[in-house]
């Protein structure tokens, strides 16, 4: 395996942990299967040693050194600096003279000699430098060094001498050797797969797609390594569409099975070839040592076994191992399962995996059960059958192999499974099929492609030819034309293709297709500011539509409840989000279901739900994962709910790995959103200048199309804000007034207005008009708590405190920050929570951090100063009366003095000059 496969990416929690162990003396085993990371992690903790002057032993011994007797200790001692050598007494160098040659000792030479040579040799090192011992691959170490060497760590050389070995899984007797050649206490520790986020920031720095993140995280099991050589081979060919193993992916596969006994193999067979393996299945298909044998198997690292299912680990191991079975052995394993199903159709599907044969009569009574499956919802296991009998079809059969060849690719994309969908339609197209055959199939690819719709120029157009005048062929084309349009960024083609559809798709008597085609052009004329919108979305709604789970996020009551959202309905659009989850819950493909879960956490960010706002992005984040779907729309959702109530941190960082995904696949309408959470994160976490850089291109890229409604990126106000802190004054204002014409011809909801007067605030409390800055954003505040958004209302406070601050009104600007802090902490707003105790901190900054008041005692202080109860205190602060007594009696104690008169009077005597001015938020 290449040295330099893996990636550090995900690890440093983990070579923290390995860095302290060591720190703390003696040394740290690593375990792990190949490929999961294991010489990445040396290579940092040696370079981490290296860094800090220490002197670094490698050692990385190779398959075929094992039997070179002293092989490995002669690598190592050849890296001893001279010094320590001639420190030694003359028998020991004689050894060492040996060893460093690579020849075993002389005969007579005392055993005893050979043995302490290595500790005497690294005590005499350690006394000038610590040593560390950096043992990679040590399955491979030939066992006189490895006899050697665990001998000095018995003898403990010293606490400045220590070992971090790696090795992969234990063998059948469960001897780990990495452990046994490290000074004691040795800490054992397995290295973890790559999380998924992880393996995507990984896949990316070696230049491949975000989109493909999810699917190989599945098919290495999160070994990084694999991950690498499985993406190499499948970077440029469409995710349906399997790329074959790359040899060195086999190999592994092949070394992890190849330790394994015949039996166990055998038994393993029989779980790949199984539709769900589990135990009780294995006994019942005649493998009556299956626990014993799974066990093995287990340890090998070749599959986990959780309860009674079976799972391989990494999933490519099972099909190595049924491809390179012989197919009498497979044929005699499919026989046995078909034996132990309780299932009719799960004995049919193995009795017809036993040959390959054409039959008509058994192609026929498996599409008879593909129907019956379909009838029944069972859209996988019907798209499996399809394909089956397709497979098992005679030539005279041909007209109705392709009809099952399209029910399977479409069966197979509603079930979620995009290879069995790939791979049929790719055969329709590939036959000499009729036009009709042909167009659905490309459909199907066309939806393959998820959001990279944008390079799906040629399928168009081929589609396009085959359908000519058939509207009904025509529809479902042309509306995935408006959808493409949409994404890539070109409203003006986007408007023209919906308006096609909707005709072409009624005259071919297709409700469901002209109901979307609708509810997207109300999409397309609400983002170009056209008022139309309301017409377009009421008569979708009245079409007796009825869109399958998987397509509801495209109908007009998704669309609705979108539009309700924009325009701060809250109640209503979760009201209807609610049901259509529970729709979108039966959804195979799972984009529907992910849409649904986005847009709850959404109207959550905006009420002020924050936990629940998170709650449902990480939902979104891992169904988009689990379904292999484009990651840059669930990742903006996550920015979102990350800058309302998780961290300003993980925001940024999901709204650029979400730009980079866009950008990968052409989707204009989340790149400008991802960049719009960014230059947010930006803001609020005091960078400015690239807060203010990504939001005007954002202003850049909706401009080039052709300018959007301002309710849906709701960006101006906040790049008006970045803007006034850089001193850009006028061009805060031009956009603000841009905001306003637009609102103005759109008649928006009120909300927007709070928006454009809290950031008219901003400029104004920048540029020296403090009085005005307060009556805006008081008033914004009030229009937000009307409309029960609290975050909004918080800020707007927020930013009405830091405008009394400038005006030296520090009670006024005490009591407005107290006000929304007291808000945030109730709506869960973490980041703004902390942001809000900073500025409240630095309004109260006149007690000076010498007089030891923490920032809670400072709040109570200041509060008992502005005439509050403790009652009063406790309640704004959610703390209890008697845990505000006993901070008061501190404050006290701190400032000298007895009474709450006292007190005041000693906060108004250090009143000073107010601090320098937050650029971020404006207070």
Known sequence: MPRDAPILHGRAALLAEIDGRLAAGGGVALYGPPGIGKTALLDAVAEQATTRGELVLRLRPALGERTLAYAGVADLVRQVPPEAVAALAPAFRNVLAGLRQGHPPRTGVPALARRLVLPALLAHCARSVPVLLVLDDVQWLDPESAALIAFAMRRRPGPRVRTVAGERRPDHAGHRRAARLCPPPATEIAVPPLAPDDLTAMLEARGLPCRMASRLHRAS????????????????????????????????????????????????????????????????????????????????????????????????????????????????????????????????????????????????????????????????????????????????????????????????????????????????????????????????????????????????????????????????????????????????????????????????????????????????????????????LTRALALPASPAPDWLHYGPHYMAARFALIDDRLDEARAELLRLLAVAEHDRIGEARVEVLRSLSEVATRAGRCREALRYA?????????????????????????????????????????????????????????????????????????????????????????????????????????????????????????????????????????????????????????????????????????????????????????????????????????AALAIFLSADARPWAEETERALARTEGSLAPEQGLTSTELRIAAMVRDGSSNREIATRLYLSVKTVEATLTRVYRKLGVRSRTQLSSRLLAVEGVPPASDTSTGA
């Open 618 to 818: 990480h939902r979104a984040v891992q169904a988009a994962q689990e379904a292999g779907l484009s990651p840059g729309p669930t990742w903006y959702t996550a920015a979102v709910a990350e800058l309302a109530g998780g961290s300003l941190t993980a925001a940024a960082g999901f709204a650029q790995r979400g730009i980079r995904a866009s950008e990968q696949e052409g989707d204009n309408l989340y790149l400008r959103r991802n960049l719009h959470a960014l230059g947010q994160a930006g803001l609020r976490s005091g960078d400015s200048r690239a807060g203010v850089a990504a939001l005007r291109r954002l202003r850049d890229l909706e401009a080039e199309a052709g300018g959007s409604d301002p309710m849906i990126v709701r960006w101006h106000a906040d790049l008006a804000a970045g803007l006034a802190a850089l001193g850009e004054h006028v061009e805060a204002a031009e956009t603000l007034a841009r905001a306003r014409k637009a609102a103005e011809q759109l008649g928006s909801t009120p909300a927007l207005a709070g928006y454009l007067d809290r950031a008219t605030a901003i400029v104004h409390s920048e540029s020296g008009q403090a009085d005005s800055a307060v009556e805006l954003s008081t008033a914004a505040a009030h229009l937000f708590e009307q409309l029960r958004q609290p975050v909004e209302q918080g800020h707007a406070l927020l930013v009405a405190g830091g405008a009394e601050r400038r005006r030296r009104r520090y009670a006024a600007a005490r009591l407005l920050i107290g």
């Open 221 to 536: 099991a999160g070994n990084p390594f694999l991950a690498l050589a499985l993406g190499s081979t499948g970077a440029d060919g469409p995710a349906w569409r399997p790329a074959p193993l790359p040899e060195i992916v086999r190999d592994l596969a092949r070394e992890r099975l190849t330790c394994l006994s015949d039996e166990v193999n055998a038994t393993l067979l029989t779980a790949a070839l199984a539709t769900e393996p589990t135990v009780t299945l294995l006994l019942r298909a005649g493998r009556d040592d299956a626990d014993r044998e799974l066990h093995q198997a287990v340890s090998a690292g070749v599959v986990e076994v959780a309860g009674e299912a079976i799972r391989f680990t990494p999933p490519m191991i099972a099909q190595v191992l049924v491809e390179e079975t012989p197919a009498g052995d497979r044929s005699r394993a499919h026989a046995a399962l078909a034996a132990a199903a309780l299932d009719d159709v799960e004995a049919l599907r193995h009795r017809a995996l036993r040959s390959a044969r054409p039959e008509a009569a058994v192609a026929r009574r498996l599409a008879a059960v593909a129907d019956q499956c379909a009838a029944r919802g069972a859209e996988r296991t019907a798209a499996e059958f399809y394909l089956l009998a397709a497979d098992r079809c005679p030539h005279h059969l041909a007209a109705e192999r392709l009809d099952w060849l399209v029910a399977a690719a479409r069966t197979a994309l509603t079930g979620g499974s995009p290879a069995l969908a790939g791979r049929a339609a790719e055969a329709v197209i590939a036959a000499d099929a009729p036009a009709g055959h042909r167009v659905r199939a490309r459909v199907v690819l066309i939806d393959l492609a998820g959001q990279a719709l944008g390079e799906m120029g040629e399928m168009f157009a081929a589609a396009l030819a085959e359908a000519g005048d058939d509207p009904a062929l025509l529809a479902p084309v042309r509306l995935r034309l408006t959808w493409q349009a949409m994404i890539t960024g070109d409203p003006d083609r986007a408007f023209a293709e919906a308006r096609s559809t909707a005709d072409i798709a009624h005259r071919a008597g297709d409700a469901t297709s002209e109901a979307m085609a609708l509810s997207s052009l109300a999409q397309i004329q609400r983002m170009r500011g056209e008022p139309q919108w309301r017409d377009s």
